[in-house]
T-cell receptor, first 117, second 109 residues
Framework: GAVVSQHPSWVICKSGTSVKIECRSL??????MFWYRQFPKQSLMLMAT?????????EQGVEKDKFLINHASLTLSTLTVTSAHPEDSSFYIC?????????????FGPGTRLTVT | RKEVEQDPGPFNVPEGATVAFNCTYS??????FFWYRQDCRKEPKLLMS???SGNEDGRFTAQLNRASQYISLLIRDSKLSDSATYLC??????????FGSGTKLNVKP
């Protein structure tokens, strides 16, 4: 099956700093990647859809200036949480489509646990 | 109204039991349906896609009822390793996936 990696797997940062999370598709090229956030005991919430070579599409209520997404290549998308606050502490998960596997399935990275102190 | 609704559970069942989860979705234009499994503090993993005619994969059976807009997952002969949260996922169009809040299953020895 398709493999998606994320780095770092966990990070602790201070309020006001920025954190960059990387999402890589390891054995396929992903024209589309998705960024989700999951708070404890809640479901995954789609934050944005990242398209290679173009601007990300953000879901309603997600601040594009706070959550910067860059999808510079077919195997890498990055999410930068700018000026992080404690309420940004969450589990951030990316996923990617493998067009060679099927039109609808998505494969998830292992997630990044962000704690803002 | 949420796009996808699930009973959060938990469902506490003994080993060997049969357990069923339901999930309802609100958008009649939904195109594809999936069940994912998520272990604690891990990412979701695809369990199975759900096809209109229903489909089975070993001990797992998925059904789709478009008229009533619900999908179901049946697990037979539950194993301890089946303990997890099961997420119902609906695909509305090419890039729109909506997740249910998950149903927690605890299989007890």
């Amino acid at each position: 099956g398709a493999v998606v990696s994320q780095h770092p797997s966990w990070v602790i940062c201070k309020s006001g700093t920025s954190v960059k999370i990387e999402c890589r598709s390891l054995d396929f090229q992903a024209t589309t990647m998705f960024w989700y956030r999951q708070f404890p005991k809640q479901s995954l919430m789609l934050m944005a859809t990242s398209n290679e070579g173009s601007k990300a599409t953000y879901e309603q209520g997600v601040e594009k200036d706070k959550f910067l997404i860059n999808h510079a290549s077919l195997t890498l998308s990055t999410l930068t949480v700018t000026s992080a606050h404690p309420e940004d502490s969450s589990f951030y998960i990316c996923s990617a489509r493998d067009p060679g596997q099927g039109p609808k399935e998505q494969y998830f990275g292992p997630g990044t646990r962000l704690t803002v102190t | 109204r949420k796009e996808v609704e699930q009973d959060p559970g938990p469902f506490n069942v003994p080993e060997g039991a049969t357990v069923a989860f339901n999930c309802t979705y609100s958008n009649s234009a939904s195109q594809s349906f999936f069940w994912y499994r998520q272990d604690c503090r891990k990412e979701p993993k695809l369990l199975m896609s759900v096809y209109s005619s229903g489909n089975e994969d070993g001990r797992f059976t998925a059904q789709l009822n478009r008229a009533s807009q619900y999908i179901s997952l049946l697990i037979r002969d539950s194993k301890l390793s089946d303990s997890a949260t099961y997420l119902c996922v609906v695909n509305i169009d090419f890039n729109k996936f909506y997740f249910g809040s998950g149903t927690k299953l605890n299989v007890k020895p």
